[in-house]
């Protein structure tokens, strides 16, 4: 039931009844008039029960911009305002191809913020600028990924990030690091499975850089890393 009062021509409602007439959440509400110091009056509901009325007019003023209608993404998660096209993280994730901590992470380091916006599906959230958030992960969306074995072909060479090429040729990642840190060789900065940037060597030079530790136990050099057998 809609509780209001009327007092000195000023209409005062509790929580409930303005939350009901401002069509917001009960606690949006109740935050704004406690942020804002605004004092009630004390008065008695339709039930007789002691409660707070506080004056519409102020409710709706320190509530104006929750008030105000939010910019919604459409269905594809994106929405253009004033020229520049605007999504959610989650959107982005897709869009982009990176891991929402991904983006997170560059996001925190930079001076980029959100609007406030409405999801497609009318919640409450975040909306940033697509073009910011392209320029802050370039590197990363051009980085090329690589798959769930931790490989990727690059001109038609195999590359791989210093734990797959351990794992392929059987050794110890600590030793493949020193030898390719020894060798001179420089990576290519690859993304990995969890969108993190990784350097990648290519699988030959890494081979050539462990040639005297791919020794099979007869004594011959071994294939991918794996003893021979006979």
């Given at each position: 039931h809609e509780c209001f009062v009327e007092v000195e021509g000023i209409r005062y409602g509790s929580i409930p009844s303005l939350a009901k007439a401002l069509g917001l959440s009960e606690p949006a509400i109740a935050r704004r008039l406690k942020v804002f110091g605004v004092q009630p009056m004390v008065g008695k509901d339709i039930q007789n029960h002691q409660c707070?009325?506080?004056?519409?007019?102020?409710?709706?003023?320190k509530c104006a911009d929750l008030l105000a209608p939010?910019?919604?993404?459409?269905?594809?998660?994106?929405?253009?305002?004033?020229?520049?096209?605007?999504?959610?993280?989650s959107t982005f994730t897709g869009l982009l191809g990176l891991s929402i901590t991904a983006i997170k992470v560059r996001i925190q380091s930079s001076g980029v913020k959100p609007i406030q916006g409405k999801d497609s599906n009318d919640h409450l959230a975040d909306l940033y600028p697509e073009l910011a958030l392209r320029k802050l992960c370039k590197d990363l969306i051009e980085a090329p990924k690589v798959g769930p074995d931790g490989f990727?072909?690059?001109?038609?060479?195999?590359?791989?990030?210093?734990?797959?090429?351990?794992?392929f040729l059987g050794l110890v990642e600590k030793t493949v690091s020193e030898r390719l840190a020894s060798s001179g060789l420089g990576p290519v900065r690859g993304r990995g499975c969890n969108g993190k940037l990784t350097d990648l060597y290519p699988e030959p030079a890494a081979r050539e850089a462990c040639k005297d530790l791919l020794v099979s136990a007869k004594g011959g050099s071994t294939s991918g890393g794996k003893k021979s057998k006979k």
């Amino acid at each position: 039931h809609e509780c209001f009062v009327e007092v000195e021509g000023i209409r005062y409602g509790s929580i409930p009844s303005l939350a009901k007439a401002l069509g917001l959440s009960e606690p949006a509400i109740a935050r704004r008039l406690k942020v804002f110091g605004v004092q009630p009056m004390v008065g008695k509901d339709i039930q007789n029960h002691q409660c707070n009325f506080y004056p519409e007019h102020i409710a709706r003023e320190k509530c104006a911009d929750l008030l105000a209608p939010l910019p919604k993404a459409g269905p594809n998660g994106l929405i253009e305002i004033d020229g520049v096209s605007y999504g959610t993280l989650s959107t982005f994730t897709g869009l982009l191809g990176l891991s929402i901590t991904a983006i997170k992470v560059r996001i925190q380091s930079s001076g980029v913020k959100p609007i406030q916006g409405k999801d497609s599906n009318d919640h409450l959230a975040d909306l940033y600028p697509e073009l910011a958030l392209r320029k802050l992960c370039k590197d990363l969306i051009e980085a090329p990924k690589v798959g769930p074995d931790g490989f990727i072909k690059i001109d038609g060479v195999l590359h791989g990030t210093r734990l797959s090429l351990a794992r392929f040729l059987g050794l110890v990642e600590k030793t493949v690091s020193e030898r390719l840190a020894s060798s001179g060789l420089g990576p290519v900065r690859g993304r990995g499975c969890n969108g993190k940037l990784t350097d990648l060597y290519p699988e030959p030079a890494a081979r050539e850089a462990c040639k005297d530790l791919l020794v099979s136990a007869k004594g011959g050099s071994t294939s991918g890393g794996k003893k021979s057998k006979k």
